[in-house]
């Protein structure tokens, strides 16, 4: 009785996946909202008028049952397709400002770029499965985002 009371048969497990994606792009920090000298100073050498660029890493975290029968929360092949066409496509060597329109009046900061990309996987993958998103900037510049 003691086994079967710590073992109650086939228990729904959640697990987490995690694809990690790397991309470059560039960008200006530059917000529509401020005057040429506040940009300047808020955002100081990003504020290049010719931007600079980055070998960005994302890291695309689902949540979800593990399925008895699979025993996968999501299909890798889905999830890989569902980030090829969120981010790569539109994103990868691309000036953020300029090719990407919710930039013309978002500043592209990294922050921003995770809400980017949480908002446009929230569409694409199958419905309350998305968990984090994870922004590396630079080696020492990381921005996670959770859709709060």
Not at 9 to 15: D, F, K, V
Not at 16 to 38: G, M, N
Not at 47 to 71: L, M
Not at 128 to 145: A, F, G, P, Q, R
Request: charged fraction near 25%.
């Amino acid at each position: 009785m003691a086994d079967s009371a710590r073992c109650p048969g086939p228990a729904e497990r959640i697990g987490y996946i995690t694809r990690v994606q790397s991309f470059s792009a560039c960008h200006r920090l530059h917000s529509i909202h401020l005057s040429d000298e506040e940009n300047k100073k808020v955002y100081g050498k990003c504020n290049n008028p010719n931007g600079h660029g980055h070998n960005y890493k994302a890291e695309i975290t689902v949540r979800g049952k593990i399925d008895h029968v699979t025993g996968m929360v999501m299909n890798l092949t889905d999830l890989k397709r569902c980030i090829e066409e969120v981010i790569m496509d539109p994103l990868d060597h691309k000036n953020l400002d300029k090719d990407v329109p919710y930039f013309a009046t978002v500043a592209s900061t990294t922050e921003n770029l995770a809400v980017y990309i949480w908002d446009n996987m929230a569409k694409v993958l199958p419905p309350s499965v998305l968990y984090e998103i994870k922004i590396h900037e630079t080696d020492k510049n990381i921005v996670m985002y959770r859709g709060e």
